[in-house]
C-alpha cells in the first residue's frame, strides 16, 4: 500500500516539474513514507531520520519530508522533537504536497494531516517506481473501519472509501498495454469494495471480474481479505476465471477465539475453518497465506498452542508472523493490558515461525514433479543464467533462462524445492 501511495505522490510531483532520483545523495528533497503497523516500523523511520541528519549537515538546502502513516498519528510531535523536519503530510494530503513544498521554500515549515472521506487519487496514473515492467500494484480502496483492537490502521488512513470503477478498469487496461501482465488489487479489507453510481451498485467480486475478462494473459492477484467478509461470490468468481490467481492471503491473526473475541475479528476459528473448507472445495489448487500476531493481551499457552494447531489444520504455503506491539490510541491500548512478557512472545513467535518454516517446505515440496504456468519476471538476483517468476499460487521458481522474455508465460517442472522457492526446468 505505501509503495503504491509514493507512486503516486511521483506522479502528483512530475506533474509539477520534479523529477525522482535514484540517488539519495543527489537528492533536493527527501520524502519518507513510512508506516505505524508495529514500533518497529516506526523505530526504522527514527534512525533513517538521523542519517538524513547528517546529510542535511553537508547540505542545508535539503528538504526532508515525513509522508504516510507515520506523519498522521504524530502530526507536529515528531517535528518538534527531531527539529529535521521541513514537511509532515498525512496520507490524504498527497494532492497538497506541491503547495506544502512552495511553503517550505518560502522558509516555513509545512504539515497538512487532514483526513478526508472521500480521497481515493483515482485520477492520478501513478508513476511506476523500481518496477519490472510486469507486474503492477493499483489501489482500490483507502481506510479501514475495523477497529480491531490491536490496529492503528483505522486512526492513521480514515474512514473507509472505495475507488470508482471505471477508474480501476482504465488504469489496469493502461498497464496491459504499457506491457504488465500482472495486477495486484489493493486495500485493507478488499472484500468490503463497494461502489454505488445512481443504480449501478459493484462489489468486489464484480471488480475482479471486470479486469479478468479484458484479457486473459492479465493475471489479477488482490490484497488483503478479511474473513469474516470473504464471501461465496468471490470464491465462485475465482473459480471461474483461470487468470484470477490461486493465491488467497487471508490473515487469522490466532487459532484462539477468546483472543478473537478480544481482537474484535468478527468471526471464530469454526467460522474461519468453514471459509478454508469452502475455498478448499471449490478452487482445490489455491495457496492459501495468512499473517499472525502472538502474544496479544491476556493471550495463555492455551490459547498459543489453539494457534500452533490452526496453523496445522490449514497447513498455510505462507505465513507473516508479528509479535504483538502495542500502539498509541488503539482499543488495545486504552483497555486491555500488554501483560505477556517480552521472552514469552518471543519464544512463542520462535515456535510459530519454526512451524510455518515446516508447513512451507512441505506445501513446496508437494509440488516436486508438478509443471506450473510462470509468469516470468526478470533474471535471478544470483545467476544472470537463471530466470525467475511466480506461478499463480505465488511461489517463485526459478529455471534456466529460456528464448521467452520477461513478462511472458512458460511451463515450468518442479525438479527440487526449499522452505522459500521451487527450482526447475522450463518444458
Ligand atoms: N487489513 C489487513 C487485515 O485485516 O488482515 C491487514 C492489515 S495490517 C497492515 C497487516 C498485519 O499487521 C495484520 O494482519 C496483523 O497481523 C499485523 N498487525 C497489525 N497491528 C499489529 C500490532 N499492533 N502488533 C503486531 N502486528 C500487528
Ligand atoms: Fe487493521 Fe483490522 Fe483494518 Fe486490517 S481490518 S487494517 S487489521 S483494523
Known amino acids: 500500500m505505501n509503495f503504491s501511495d509514493s507512486e503516486i505522490v511521483a506522479s502528483i510531483l512530475t506533474g509539477e516539474g520534479f523529477e525522482a532520483s535514484n540517488d539519495l545523495l543527489d537528492a533536493d528533497i527527501i520524502l519518507v513514507n513510512t508506516c505505524s503497523i508495529r514500533e518497529h516500523a516506526e523505530d526504522r523511520v527514527r534512525k533513517r531520520l538521523h542519517y538524513f541528519r547528517s546529510l542535511k549537515k553537508k547540505n542545508p538546502g535539503l528538504t526532508i519530508g515525513l509522508l504516510g502513516c507515520m506523519a498522521e498519528r504524530t502530526k507536529t510531535a515528531?517535528?518538534?522533537?527531531?527539529?529535521?523536519?521541513?514537511?509532515?503530510?498525512g496520507p490524504d494530503s498527497y494532492r497538497h504536497l506541491p503547495g506544502l513544498?512552495?511553503?517550505?521554500?518560502?522558509?516555513?515549515?509545512?504539515i497538512d494531516t487532514i483526513l478526508s472521506a472521500d480521497e481515493t487519487y483515482a485520477d492520478i496514473n501513478p508513476v511506476r517506481l523500481d518496477t519490472n515492467g510486469v507486474s503492477a500494484f493499483i489501489s482500490i480502496m483507502r481506510g479501514c473501519e475495523n477497529f480491531c483492537s490491536y490496529c492503528v490502521v483505522p486512526y492513521a488512513r480514515g474512514q473507509e472509501r472505495s475507488r470508482d470503477p471505471l477508474s480501476v478498469i482504465r488504469e489496469s487496461k493502461d498497464i496491459f498495454l504499457q506491457g504488465y501482465r500482472e495486477v495486484t488489487l489493493l486495500g485493507q479489507n478488499v472484500n468490503s469494495y463497494h461502489w454505488k453510481d445512481g443504480k449501478e451498485a459493484v462489489n468486489f467480486p464484480?471488480?475482479?471480474?471486470?479486469?479478468?475478462?479484458?484479457?486473459?494473459?492479465?493475471?489479477?492477484r488482490f490484497a488483503t481479505s478479511h474473513p469474516k467478509d470473504l464471501s461465496p461470490e468471490l470464491i465462485r468468481t475465482i473459480a471461474a476465471y483461470p487468470n484470477i490467481c490461486r493465491a488467497i492471503h487471508l490473515?487469522?491473526?490466532?487459532?484462539?477465539?477468546?483472543?478473537l473475541d478480544k481482537m474484535n475479528r468478527k468471526y471464530t476459528r469454526e467460522e474461519y475453518l468453514e471459509k478454508i473448507?469452502?475455498?478448499?472445495?471449490?478452487?482445490?489448487?489455491?495457496?492459501i497465506s495468512?499473517?499472525?500476531?502472538?502474544?496479544?493481551?491476556?493471550e495463555t499457552e492455551e490459547d498459543h498452542k489453539q494457534t500452533l494447531e490452526l496453523m496445522k489444520e490449514v497447513a498455510f504455503d505462507y505465513a507473516f508472523m508479528f509479535k504483538y506491539s502495542e500502539r498509541p490510541q488503539t482499543i488495545a491500548a486504552d483497555h486491555y493490558n500488554d501483560n505477556v512478557p517480552a521472552n514469552v512472545k518471543e519464544r512463542r513467535l520462535r515456535e510459530i515461525i519454526d512451524l510455518q518454516h515446516e508447513l512451507s517446505s512441505a506445501s513446496n515440496h508437494?509440488?516436486?514433479?508438478?509443471?506450473f504456468e510462470v509468469l516470468i519476471e526478470g533474471t535471478s538476483k544470483r545467476s544472470d543464467k537463471q530466470y525467475f517468476g511466480r506461478n499463480s499460487q505465488n511461489k517463485?521458481?526459478?529455471?534456466?533462462?529460456?528464448?521467452?522474455?520477461p513478462g511472458e508465460y512458460v511451463n515450468v517442472k518442479v525438479k527440487r524445492a526449499t522452505s522459500a522457492t521451487l527450482i526447475g526446468e522450463a518444458i
Do not use: H, Y
Not at 78 to 89: G, H, I, N, S
Not at 290 to 298: R, S
Open 78 to 89: 515528531l517535528m518538534e522533537e527531531e527539529q529535521l523536519l521541513d514537511l509532515v503530510a
Open 251 to 259: 490473515p487469522v491473526q490466532s487459532g484462539s477465539n477468546l483472543v
Open 277 to 287: 473448507k469452502a475455498i478448499r472445495s471449490q478452487i482445490p489448487d489455491c495457496a
Open 366 to 371: 508437494r509440488d516436486l514433479g508438478e509443471t
Open 206 to 220: 464484480l471488480l475482479l471480474e471486470r479486469i479478468a475478462v479484458l484479457d486473459r494473459r492479465l493475471r489479477v
Open 396 to 405: 517463485v521458481l526459478v529455471f534456466p533462462i529460456t528464448r521467452q522474455k
Open 101 to 110: 513544498l512552495a511553503k517550505v521554500d518560502s522558509g516555513q515549515k509545512a
Open 290 to 298: 495468512t499473517d499472525i500476531i502472538t502474544g496479544f493481551c491476556d
